[in-house]
């Protein structure tokens, strides 16, 4: 009987022995989960030095490039109100900047390849260069295709007017539609153009032999600054246009050059005195009372309408520079490479 009794005790105690030595094995393990996923979180790469933000008029500048796709190709940067777009390789890319801890995310139904992007008189346009140009529709998420009935799908400006004419620019040239891309005419063929501007009835382009300006609905292209080189960056600034130009026929061998105008065009001044260590403008921006410009040196800034300017954000790197968006007070610039 008391052999039976030992028998069961020491049984007894060899289960609460397993148990205990199980409880704790389990626990060593799970506690050692946290740490490796603790530790597999810290060796995740965090993407830097994609696109930089300025609330102070270009005084200082923070990285917001994290929860962007590592090693994304960026091309330009867009803002539409609190919106902030993304044109890259690997598609379109947005984060709303007036949340507190805004999000990067990718358009979903948009898999091409985004070169720019087109503020339209309804939703935005995007461009893939060689591909052609979308629309989105507000609110879906849908982008449908603008060129099925376009000859030159080498899109690299768009420009939609208030009364809805559609304009693309073009390798070949510049194309118009006035049934909402269901049919195009070509309203000029001398040569490639890059970009619009407009204010009224006074539309300009930038051009590779020229900055255009059209009257007439653009219908018919006149050529100006023709002696100055390629025009580009061709924007609608506060009082008037401003442009800028290669500065020889000849390209590369002549620094870029910046002009402004304050009678719709008609004539231009040169407004880049202070840019004399500054040998290519890559973009141009406007920020309240501040004209913003980007070049090889970096970005300057400029309080007196380009007269003098001031480097706010030295840059030196030839392979990357940065391009330009504003949204309200805050300033924009992404750093890509190539043009």
């Known amino acids: 009987m008391h052999i039976r009794i030992l028998t069961l005790l020491l049984i007894f105690q060899s289960l609460i022995s397993c148990q205990q030595e199980q409880r704790e094995t389990t626990s060593l393990v799970l506690s050692?989960?946290?740490?490796?996923?603790?530790?597999?979180k810290k060796s995740l790469p965090t993407t830097a030095n994609v696109i930089f933000q300025s609330t102070d008029g270009g005084q200082t500048w923070n990285?917001?490039?994290?929860?962007?796709?590592?090693?994304?190709?960026?091309?330009?940067?867009?803002?539409?109100?609190?919106?902030?777009y993304l044109a890259s390789e690997s598609g379109l890319y947005h984060r709303n900047a007036a949340l507190v801890a805004p999000l990067w995310e990718k358009e979903s139904f948009l898999s091409e390849k985004v070169t720019d992007v087109f503020p339209?008189?309804?939703?935005?346009?995007?461009?893939?260069?060689?591909?052609?140009?979308?629309?989105g529709i507000p609110g879906t998420g849908i982008w449908t295709p603008m060129?099925?009935?376009?000859?030159?799908?080498?899109?690299?400006?768009?420009?939609?007017?208030?009364?809805?004419?559609?304009?693309?620019?073009?390798?070949?040239?510049?194309?118009?539609?006035?049934?909402?891309?269901?049919?195009?005419?070509?309203?000029?063929?001398?040569?490639g153009?890059?970009?619009?501007?407009?204010?009224?009835?006074?539309?300009?382009?930038?051009?590779?032999?020229?900055?255009?300006?059209?009257?007439?609905?653009?219908?018919?292209?006149?050529?100006?600054?023709?002696n100055d080189g390629s025009a580009f960056n061709t924007k609608r600034i506060e009082g008037g246009?401003?442009?800028?130009?290669?500065?020889?026929?000849?390209?590369?061998?002549?620094?870029?050059?910046?002009?402004?105008s304050t009678d719709e065009g008609k004539t231009w001044q040169r407004t880049d005195t202070g840019l004399s260590l500054a040998w290519d403008i890559y973009d141009i921006a406007q920020a309240g009372s501040y004209?913003?410009?980007?070049?090889?040196?970096?970005?300057?800034?400029?309080?007196?309408?380009?007269?003098?300017?001031?480097?706010?954000?030295?840059h030196s790197d030839e392979q990357k520079r940065f391009h330009l968006a504003i949204a309200g007070e805050m300033i924009f610039a992404v750093l890509v490479f190539g043009c």
């Open 63 to 84: 990285d917001v490039s994290e929860g962007l796709p590592e090693r994304i190709a960026v091309g330009r940067v867009f803002a539409a109100g609190d919106e902030i």
């Open 291 to 314: 004209l913003f410009c980007s070049t090889d040196t970096g970005i300057s800034r400029s309080a007196d309408g380009g007269k003098t300017w001031e480097l706010v954000l030295p």
């Open 120 to 135: 339209g008189q309804n939703g935005l346009y995007v461009s893939s260069y060689k591909n052609g140009f979308f629309k």
């Open 241 to 260: 246009f401003i442009t800028a130009t290669d500065g020889s026929l000849r390209r590369n061998d002549a620094p870029n050059k910046l002009y402004t």
């Open 147 to 191: 060129h099925n009935a376009l000859e030159d799908k080498t899109v690299r400006a768009v420009l939609e007017t208030s009364n809805g004419s559609i304009f693309v620019g073009c390798e070949s040239g510049i194309y118009k539609s006035t049934d909402g891309g269901g049919s195009w005419k070509h309203v000029f063929a001398d040569n």
């Open 193 to 226: 153009v890059n970009d619009f501007a407009a204010s009224g009835d006074v539309l300009l382009c930038g051009g590779y032999k020229g900055l255009l300006r059209s009257t007439d609905g653009g219908e018919s292209w006149s050529l100006v600054l023709a």
């Open 32 to 40: 050692a989960i946290p740490d490796k996923q603790q530790a597999s």
